[in-house]
């Protein structure tokens, strides 16, 4: 946002900012108007760090580009759109930085990419692409690259079909612009509109000090002389709409008020956030804050302290350090304190590479797992779920320490402390961070690296000076070093401290339930066993039947194919097993905070059918003849037999005993795919014994081109000139024992072709199945398919 001439002139980045909060878009026009009144935040070493991998990132594509011999234009520092439209008149295949600009908005794209559709400039346009080092897409992308597509139509009259996002893993991720732009729109309309009634003394309300980007900490400041609602640790903003609603407008307004609920809010939720207030206004000022313990609820009692498992010689206090900002991510530091003969021991592994982080997740995870197997008391304790995620990403990556990984989370080795504070204690901080949670029982830190913003800073210092190999030559890795024992050494006397807690409040350890998920577990390991018996019979040189040995390869990593599909179903069923009441309402997947109404049972058939009420506004993806599974009790399921979120009304079907009157449901995700798994098992085993396959099979397998009926040998499927659906539908028609691909980028046809091939071959009498790894995708095509009939 800036003025020229007097005029304002927006930027693609202005809309995000609006789209993200109207009030830091409403202090960047201040700013603009102001600029002595007030002072944004100074951009953070992390911020710096990031600006200039995204850079990096966009360096390295433009370079990608010129070395597989695409002809670049390279417009950067020229700042004339007549540059852009003369580069654009020319046809040149990649424009690169090219300023781009519509009424009274301008920027500068990327890339801008010559396609193959007609335009004004004759045969061939341009569509923007876009460089992020996010690894995956964002909606803010879609609204910064339909800003740049509608500028691109007025030079081009016509609208870009596509836009394309290049992610930090490098992944080309295009999209059609139709399916945003009509929101980009909207949006666009909004901005302008509070800015031409923008008024210096009319600020709009502050959401949170959170996601205001330069202006967080001028935001803080405003809500803490106003003892906002927002700053109370844990609100959500509908919380506090709903108490400013109800009167309470501050957070001492909230303390002292002898209201018992106010409307549309949990009892159980208000409750807990006026005795968080409390707390925190009880303990400014204090060298070590206040803090209460929770009660247990009686329907879940396996939260909070009843989930902290008794000391062990051989436990582990586990704590990572990850650099985000190279491409996917590297966890370079693995770090545990342990006990050795009572005294207090470090231990690390460390990775600057992939083949580095292989080895040190295998390193640490072979390690833990058989310090495990010697003594099964033993548990790791982390803080908060990056560790957690980090393995489960990592054992994916590199397919390695599948099953100890496994093994270690089905039998909840893993003890997330935070989880453990959030659930059972409340404390008079604004946030439960480690470092806010470590006032209870530590003094403040003094080492250089006190923050995991602090450790990303110092890791990328090394990557430019390379100060040393590795810890014991390198002074800003021994700082990092140091940094991660203190944080594992902190886990280490917070589990301490709860556990005196707990033993103090006379809580029990309640360990896990147990589920079906136990009855898999022996035929999975048969499975994998015979998997790893496969590729162990792969020699180390292929080159005498490479393809044939890859397919080896590839049928062997089919056969535990499902299991590793099955494995986030269950975690996220122990997670969400693991909720608060809160919790389970705040999280869409699931639906909290069920009470069962007087309205009597009614028998259906051997089932019952029960009613029971919920808060209308709650937003949950659940709905009529779901699957469920009550949150509390993993072993009972129940389906929602009628739906209705405007009432806020839900019956549930299930046999057994009659449910509790307090309920939490969470989706039943698992499907049993045991059938597929048998066949793929049946086709394996003939292949392992025989070195046979189905010839459709084998041709797939192969990569072989389809074999047709009356046709040559290596012919094209779809003759020169013949219309490519009725050539696909005359193909699958000619099909000799083979396998016909269809492959194209995204909007090139395939859905279309596959509709009409299916709608023929149905006609002709034939039988077809339609199966994807997307439920989404199989209801695309059927329903592309009913339109085609």
Known sequence: ??????????????????????????????????????????????????????????????????????????????????????????????????????????????????????????????EAWDTKLARKPKPYFAVQLCCYSEMLAKLQQRLPKEFCVVLGTKEQRRFRTEDYFYYYRQLKVAFLEQQGRFDAGSPPEIPSPNNLGRWSEHATKILEARDDLSLIAGIRSTQVHKLRGAGIGTAHALADTTLNGVPRIEPSAFERLRRQVRLQIASRGLSHPKFELLQSNPLNPRLGLATLPPASPADIFFDIEGYPYLEDGLEYLFGVTYLDRGKLTFRDWWAHSREQEKNAFEGFVTWAYERWRQNTSMHIYHYAAYEVTALRRLMGRYAVCEEEVDQLLRNEVFVDLYSVVRQGLLIGEPAYSLKNVERLFQPERTTEVATGGDSLVFYQRWLEDNDGADWGTSPTLRSIREYNREDCESTYRLASWLRDLQTKANISYIPKPLTSESDTVKEFSARAQYAQEMRAEIPADRTADRERWRVHELLSWFLEFHRREDKPVWWAMYERHAMTEQQLIDDPDCLGGLVRTNRRPEQVKRSYVYEYRFAPDQETKLHEDNKCIFAHDLMRKATISSFDPTQGLLTLKLTGSDPPKNLGLIPDEWVNPNVIVESIERIVDRYRKSGLLSSAIADFLFRRPPRLKGRPSGGPVVPQGKDIVEGSIKAAMDLDKSTLCIQGPPGSGKTYTAAHMIVELSRRGKRVGVTSNSHRAICLLLSTTTLSH
């Open 1 to 126: 946002m800036k003025k020229l001439n007097g005029n304002l002139i927006y930027s693609p980045s202005d809309l995000i900012t609006f789209m993200e909060s109207e009030y830091a878009s409403w202090m960047d026009r201040f700013y603009l108007e102001f600029p002595a009144a007030v002072q944004p935040d100074q951009d953070s070493q992390a911020d710096l760090i990031l600006q200039a991998q995204g850079a990096k990132h966009e360096l390295a594509l433009l370079q990608e580009l010129g070395n597989a011999g695409h002809e670049v234009a390279n417009l950067k520092g020229i700042n004339e759109s007549n540059a852009t439209l003369e580069a654009m008149k020319s046809g040149r295949e990649i424009i690169y930085q090219a300023r781009l600009s519509l009424a009274n908005f301008a920027g500068f794209a990327d890339f801008l990419v010559r396609v193959a559709e007609p335009s004004v400039f004759g045969h061939y346009s341009y």
